[in-house]
């Protein structure tokens, strides 16, 4: 039944997220060959695509954002949830529905970011004619795909606590019988408050957190050679803690919708 909910979920997001990445690559590019051009003409076509990039930029990730938003209030909490809750779907597989769909797309999103910045970079080579473009010369960490894959999964892992930070303050806003969206906003602040304090709680307790504040800075032998051993140190125990209120988040969205639904 997962499954099916993603089969309709993934391309409603889609059908208003992939327009908006088409127009922001192709403003990467104005932005390159303008940025350049600029050199020998005027400053005008530069400010101009800059402006035109970082308008596109803020537009899709502010779109981004009130979608996760949005799709999860409206479907779940709001009239349609009448509907939504009468289908043969657990509580858990329609959180889980809009958490993957969410995450899917935040994810292509900061993909996009990183192809159009490397858009950018193409724009000017075009004009420049890649003049000192010189990829022979990079120099790649020791275990670099091993740091690779670690900060990719800690990424994901952030951006479904995120996600979940989100829900948890939306789903316990309204429970509220007015204003809910400003219980909301208040509720998010209280989580980011609750998340702060536990944090800091935990990692004074966990041995590798309180290693690496008291000797991060005068032990250059923690750092490693290539100076990520840090990271990879801190990569489990910081994966768990993250997991760990990534689920605290899952199941308080769960219980109320489950015990206390409010339907606005």
Avoid at 58 to 77: E, G, N, P
Avoid at 154 to 161: L, P, Q, R, S
Wanted: with cysteine; charged share 10%; hydrophobic share 55%.
């Amino acid at each position: 039944m997962l499954a099916k909910l993603l089969k309709y979920e993934l391309p409603a997001m889609g059908r208003k997220l992939l327009p908006m990445y088409a127009a922001w690559a192709v403003t990467a590019i104005i932005l390159g060959i303008g940025t350049q051009a600029s050199a020998s003409k005027s400053d005008l076509m530069a400010i101009l695509s800059i402006l035109l990039y970082v308008g596109v930029t803020v537009a899709i990730m502010v779109l981004s954002v009130v979608m996760i938003i949005q799709r999860y209030s409206t479907s779940l909490l709001d009239d349609e949830g009448y509907f939504s809750h009468v289908l043969p779907v657990s509580v858990s597989a329609h959180i889980g529905n809009k958490l993957i769909s969410a995450v899917i797309w935040v994810t292509v999103t900061m993909l996009v970011a990183l192809l159009t910045g490397l858009l950018v970079l193409l724009g000017i080579g075009i004009t420049t004619g890649f003049e000192g473009y010189d990829m022979a010369n990079i120099e790649v960490p020791k275990r670099f795909w091993l740091y690779a894959f670690e900060f990719l999964l800690i990424m994901i892992a952030g951006i479904v606590k995120m996600v979940m930070q989100i829900y948890a303050a939306i789903t316990i806003g309204h429970q509220a019988q007015n204003h809910t969206t400003l219980a909301s906003i208040g509720a998010y602040i209280v989580v980011l408050m609750f998340e702060g304090a536990l944090g800091r709680i935990i990692a004074g307790v966990v041995p590798v957190f309180t290693q690496v504040m008291m000797q991060g800075e005068y032990n250059a032998d923690l750092y490693g050679p290539d100076g990520i051993l840090m990271f990879n140190r801190l990569f489990i125990p910081a994966m768990l803690m993250t997991l760990a209120f990534s689920a605290v988040y899952f199941f308080v969205c769960k219980y109320l919708m489950e015990k206390h639904l409010n339907l606005a």
